[in-house]
């Protein structure tokens, strides 16, 4: 069993920044393929960012790329998530999830522990 609890969530201006993080517990933390997922009112939760076990591979979706930067610390068991330049459009409640897996993992469905999520609201 993972458990994962995100925090660093809050009301930033656009062009603001905020850094989340994601607390896991378990020993075998760094096995784990992580991800940071979103989910705005009335949409479906997407993928942000992912990141494979070592930290040596990750992806960003298109709307974030070159704004994010996704991380790992594999001592700490812990991920953050860097959000730079935010939008309006990027706020959504922001979940933590993750797989045991040593690659990347693109699909929702395919994570097996989720975090309850951090809210970011970005003003205009």
Do not use: H
Not at 65 to 94: C, H, W
């Amino acid at each position: 069993q993972v458990q994962l609890v995100e925090s660093g969530g809050g009301l930033v201006q656009a062009g603001g920044s905020l850094r989340l993080s994601c607390a896991a517990s378990g020993r075998t933390f760094s096995r784990y393929a992580l991800a940071w997922f979103r989910q705005a009112p009335g949409k479906e939760r997407e993928l942000v960012a992912a990141i494979n076990w070592s930290g040596g591979s990750t992806y960003y979706a298109d709307s974030v790329k070159g704004r994010f930067t996704i991380s790992r610390d594999n001592a700490k068991n812990t991920v953050y998530l860097q959000m730079n330049s935010l939008k309006p459009e990027d706020t959504a409640i922001y979940y933590c999830a993750a797989k045991s897996s040593l690659g990347l993992v693109f699909t929702k469905r395919d994570y097996d522990y989720w975090g309850r999520g951090t809210q970011v609201t970005v003003s205009s």
